[in-house]
C-alpha cells in the first residue's frame, strides 16, 4: 500500500490507522454464558425413586448434630454420616473380611468395639487407640497387638518436613532406616510356615527390635518437649509392649495394612453413596461389603459369587434346614470354577 507517496511494507496497518479514534474499554470479546436451562435439576432427579425417612431426633439432638439452624435444612428427613471397620479374621486357615457399620457420633467411643469383638477371641492388631488397650484389659482372652505401619507414619510425616538437603543428618532418618531394616528382613518370612517365621522372627527380627527401641530412649531425652517430633516418639514408646507382640506369635502380622487396603475401596466409592440414612441400611451395606471382601481375600470374582449366591439361596426360600450354606461359603471346593480368579502362573 501506497501512503504519502511512500510505499508502506512492514507497518501498513499503524500507517493507515485512524489515531483519532477512540480506544475500546475492553480488547477481548467474552464469550456469553449460556443460559442454565430452568427445571433440569428437577428433570434428572425426576425419575428417582424416593422414600421418606421420618427422623427420631429431639430438637436439642439435632442441634447437637448439625448445629445451630443447621437442622432445619432437612425439615423431613436426615441423612446421617456412617463409617465402616474393617477387620481381616483367618479362621482355620480361611481368610474372612468383616466390616461393621456404626454412627459416626459414636465411633470412638468404647460401646461399639466391645459389642463388635465381644465373641471374638485370640489376636487383634489395632492402631494406638486406647479404647483397645481398654478392652484387653477387661478381658483374658483378648490381646492387642501394634501396628507398625502407624508408628512409621509418623516418623515420616516429621521427616518430610526437614528439608532435603539435611534429611539424611537428622535422626529421623536413621530412625527410618530401623524400621526400614525390620521391614526388609520380615519380608523374607512371608513363604515360611507359622513355625519357621517365629523362630527366624526371634532369631533376626527381634534384635532389630530391641535396637530400634533401645535408640529412641536413649536419644528421647534429646528431642523437643512438644511438636511432632515428640509426638512420634512418645507414640512409638508407648506403644512398644503393643509393637513387639508380632514377635510373639508366627501368624500375627507386623502391621495391619490388611484392613487398611479392606476399607480403601469403601473410602474411594463413599462419595457416591452418602446417603445411607438408616442404620439398617448401615447394617447392610456392612454384611454386603463383608462378603465382597471375604470373596475377594479367597480369590474369587465378587461380581460373579453375588451372582451365584443369589441364584442359589432362591433355590432353597422354604428350606428349614441351613446346611446348603456351607456349600456357598467362599472357601467350598464345590464352588464352580468361573467365579474363582486365574490363577497366575510363575514361570520358571
Not at 18 to 25: M, S
Request: proline fraction near 5%; aromatic fraction near 10%.
Amino acid at each position: 500500500m501506497e501512503v504519502n507517496g511512500t510505499i508502506v511494507f512492514f507497518n501498513e496497518a499503524e500507517a493507515v490507522c485512524d489515531l483519532e479514534a477512540p480506544k475500546p474499554e475492553e480488547l477481548e470479546l467474552k464469550k456469553a454464558k449460556p443460559k442454565k436451562q430452568a427445571g433440569k435439576r428437577a428433570a434428572d432427579l425426576s425419575a428417582l425413586p424416593v422414600q421418606r425417612v421420618d427422623h427420631y431426633l429431639t430438637e436439642e439432638e439435632l442441634t447437637a448434630e448439625f448445629g445451630k439452624n443447621g437442622w432445619k435444612q432437612l425439615p423431613d428427613m436426615i441423612s446421617r454420616c456412617y463409617q465402616f471397620i474393617p477387620a481381616k479374621v483367618e479362621v482355620e486357615e480361611h481368610h474372612i473380611g468383616v466390616y461393621s457399620g456404626k454412627v459416626d457420633e459414636h465411633m470412638v467411643k468404647a460401646p461399639h468395639p466391645r459389642k463388635f469383638l465381644k465373641d471374638y477371641t485370640g489376636i487383634c492388631v489395632t492402631d494406638g487407640y486406647q479404647v483397645y488397650h481398654t478392652l484387653e484389659k477387661e478381658r483374658e482372652d483378648l490381646k492387642i497387638a501394634g501396628c507398625w505401619v502407624h508408628c512409621r507414619r509418623r516418623f515420616n510425616d516429621v521427616l518430610e518436613i526437614v528439608p532435603k538437603v539435611h534429611r539424611k543428618e537428622s535422626v529421623l532418618y536413621l530412625i527410618m532406616n530401623q524400621i526400614r531394616a525390620i521391614y526388609r528382613e520380615e519380608g523374607k518370612l512371608s513363604d515360611l510356615s507359622s513355625e519357621d517365621r517365629l523362630t527366624q522372627r526371634q532369631l533376626v527380627v527381634k534384635p532389630l527390635v530391641d535396637a530400634f527401641f533401645a535408640y529412641l530412649k536413649q536419644i528421647s531425652s534429646k528431642t523437643p518437649q512438644n511438636g511432632k517430633v515428640k509426638d512420634a516418639f512418645t507414640y512409638a514408646l508407648n506403644q512398644e509392649r503393643y509393637l513387639r507382640v508380632f514377635l510373639e506369635d508366627g501368624d500375627v502380622p507386623i502391621d495391619n495394612n490388611a484392613g487398611e487396603r479392606a476399607i480403601r475401596g469403601f473410602c474411594i466409592g463413599k462419595k457416591n453413596w452418602e446417603m445411607i440414612d438408616t442404620i439398617n441400611g448401615a447394617t447392610s451395606s456392612a454384611i454386603i461389603y463383608s462378603i465382597a471382601e471375604t470373596a475377594k481375600a479367597n480369590n474369587l470374582k465378587p461380581y460373579d459369587y453375588f451372582e451365584y449366591l443369589l441364584t442359589e439361596i432362591s433355590k432353597h426360600e422354604d428350606d428349614i434346614n441351613t446346611d446348603f450354606l456351607e456349600a456357598l461359603l467362599p472357601w467350598s471346593e464345590t464352588l464352580p470354577e468361573h467365579i474363582r480368579k486365574p490363577v497366575k502362573r510363575t514361570e520358571k
